[in-house]
């Protein structure tokens, strides 16, 4: 079982100013037999990469893989403790008796640095392609696991440490002490997280302090507390009393008066990593309050703070990687921004965050993204790198355009995108009406807000895309007089909309407009059309009801639905130079000849048409117009999956 690795990184990835780089940083690794990681491979920025993805996507799992790769080094220097377990071996590797967890990992490094005397064992002595200022260093880290009969469960069987061009050089753990990982969770519950505040701290001071001078801390302390004792007890009164009458009740050991000494205990190796934070701010008033007076986001922060510092830390020959998980956790939008706008200016070191933060992944740049899924229960965890799939040209455009709202498509399972707010806002309800709730299918709305925007997005998508169904609902704006007049022709034609595209990426085109296909769907079903009309009216919203009347008539004509087109479609009175209205004043029923007015009615006509259909129990009354009914079908579909393999028989 080898895990095959590309050389190099995708040449996106890589900055042509190695000023901006770590010395030492992980450009790719390749995870097989881990979790749910059946068989990936990642690609890494030299500085700060975001992992995003819905959940079981294999975030954490590669997080952990990190950690398991950057502490292999000996026992005695590893300040992370992660060791690989039974439960580790991925279930989708079947029913076997012998499992590899197989970790291979490409650093690179700076030739004009100390990382080539340092990582001699993985060196390649191999240039980085169009780098000359960085070599190539790989390390291929494998745990062997066999099925215990008795247990019913994988066990440890031995590990192999190589490296080098080949991974054929063995490599001892000694050499890969100057490798570390700092690693930060979130803070869930100060009681049981205390702990590792104040190790943090200790490190902390150990980074930035003299050794000897913190290691006597301590005991000078002790010894001053003595002093201080000593003096406010009038030479130790206290002692004396308690001395003298503990000679009296143990006389037969013939105890001196003096034996009986108190002592700090708490004033020891571990005072440092007992120290706690306190935040001294005008928020607290005139107080000086500790931890467990500020709530977990504030918290959160300061936790960072202390473990961030450590990005100065003047510990020689020590290459650090930061990993983070959740840095939003329990922060609001404006404190996660300005804490990732810090994160994105480290440059000395290599960062690792994943996130489910819609927040922080809008403030992302494009090529730092990696966008974990598990499309199918057999296959695992895929990593998708937004760097190798968008385009340059629509980079810049999907910079701006993925906001805080719109960046949550990264997180869904499909993705439909609408041109306005009139089809968003009904989308949700007409999958309820259908069976296919797009809510509970993990289905996100992406409004785009115009027709142009389709061709940026459409990268993401499809072969060598996300992992995802992506469905664009659009229309055709057809010209009223290429149409058939009859009602009976356009409904046929809208059973013939166009569809397009690919097996994961469709368009799905209505016939004229949105308006229009509901005008036609309620052709024949009369209780549709009271919904349709009862709405609209609402939206028209006149103090005169002919003026209400009218404007139905003009846009709900059920009898001659080609004649609404055309006054949905009519924008001027008065006929361009050559040629003719699409209607004539004498076919409107009211007095405006313009599409003015029904243009600013339809997000009222939606939100009513919206309102309409959450109070009607009766579902069959009202037909989502086709188009959107099969965009709704696709993004919902279920993926074919091979159930044998969904799980390891034999840890059943």
């Not at 055309?566 to 009175?573: D, E, I, L, V």
């Amino acid at each position: 079982m080898t895990a095959k690795v590309d050389d190099n990184d995708p040449s996106e990835l890589v900055s042509n100013n190695p000023q901006t780089r770590p010395d030492f940083y992980l450009s790719q690794i390749n995870i097989k037999g881990f979790r749910v990681l059946k068989d990936a491979t990642f690609n890494f920025n030299p500085n700060l990469n975001v992992i995003v993805g819905p959940n079981n996507g294999g975030k954490s799992a590669l997080i952990d893989a990190l950690r398991l790769i950057f502490s292999i080094g000996t026992y005695e220097e590893k300040e992370d403790l992660i060791r690989i377990q039974h439960k580790d071996v991925s279930r989708l590797l079947g029913n076997i008796d012998n499992a590899m967890v197989v970790f291979e990992a490409i650093f690179h490094g700076r030739k004009d640095s100390d990382v080539p005397g340092m990582f001699y064992d993985i060196d390649t002595n191999e240039d980085v392609d169009n780098d000359k200022e960085y070599e190539i260093f790989k390390l291929r880290y494998q745990v062997n696991f066999g099925f215990d009969d008795i247990k019913k469960r994988f066990s440890y069987k031995s590990r192999d440490i190589s490296g080098g061009k080949d991974f054929s050089h063995p490599v001892s753990p000694e050499s890969l002490d100057y490798m570390k990982s700092i690693y930060l969770e979130p803070l869930r519950d100060l009681s049981t997280d205390r702990r590792r505040i104040g190790l943090e701290i200790e490190r902390l001071l150990y980074g930035h302090g003299d050794h000897q001078k913190l290691k006597d801390i301590p005991p000078e302390l002790k010894e001053k507390a003595r002093e201080l004792l000593e003096r406010a007890t009038d030479g130790n009164k206290h002692e004396n009393a308690a001395g003298k009458n503990f000679a009296k009740y143990a006389s037969a050991y013939k105890f001196p008066d003096n034996v009986l000494h108190f002592a700090p205990t708490n004033l020891n190796d571990e005072l440092l990593r007992s120290l706690e934070a306190v935040l001294e701010h005008g928020i607290h008033g005139a107080s000086k309050l500790n931890l467990s007076s500020n709530g977990l986001g504030i918290n959160n922060l300061i936790y960072s703070s202390i473990v961030l510092s450590r990005t100065s830390e003047e510990i020689a020959h020590i290459h650090r990687f930061f990993l983070i998980e959740e840095p939003e956790a329990h922060l609001h939008p404006q404190l996660q921004d300005s804490f990732f706008q810090e994160l994105n200016k480290i440059t000395s070191h290599q960062i690792f965050v994943t996130s489910h933060s819609p927040t922080l992944t809008a403030k992302s740049d494009i090529d730092k993204i990696i966008v974990m899924s598990h499309p199918q229960p057999d296959i695992g965890g895929r990593p998708s790198h937004l760097a190798g799939i968008v385009k340059d040209k629509d980079k810049r455009y999907l910079h701006k355009f993925l906001d805080v709202t719109r960046s949550q498509l990264l997180f869904a399972n499909s993705v439909i995108f609408v041109e306005g707010v009139t089809e968003a806002l009904l989308l949700e309800r007409f999958s309820e009406m259908i069976g296919c709730g797009l809510r509970e299918n993990g289905v996100e709305i992406v409004i785009l807000g115009a027709k142009g925007g389709f061709s940026h997005f459409e990268a993401l998508f499809g072969e060598g895309g996300l992992p995802m169904r992506c469905a664009f609902i659009t229309d055709d704006d057809a010209d009223p007089g290429t149409m058939p007049a009859g009602a009976a022709d356009l409904v046929k034609k809208t059973a013939t909309t166009a569809v397009t595209g690919t097996e994961t990426l469709k368009t799905f085109k209505g016939l004229g407009t949105f308006e229009f296909e509901l005008l036609l769907s309620a052709i024949g079903n009369t209780n549709m059309q009271s919904i349709l009309t009862s709405s609209l009216g609402k939206a028209r919203n006149s103090s005169d009801a002919q003026i209400n009347a009218d404007f139905i008539s003009d846009y709900l004509d059920f009898s001659n639905p080609l004649l609404s087109y055309k006054k949905m479609k009519q924008k001027t009175a008065t006929p361009p130079a050559g040629k003719s209205l699409l209607v004539s004043n004498a076919e409107w029923s009211g007095g405006a000849h313009t599409n003015s007015e029904f243009l600013s009615s339809k997000s009222d006509y939606a939100y009513y048409l919206y309102e309409a259909l959450l109070s009607s129990s009766d579902e069959s009354k009202f037909i989502v117009p086709k188009y959107i009914k099969d965009a709704i079908e696709f993004v919902t579909l279920e993926p074919e999956i091979d159930i044998d393999n969904e799980a390891n028989p034999r840890t059943n």
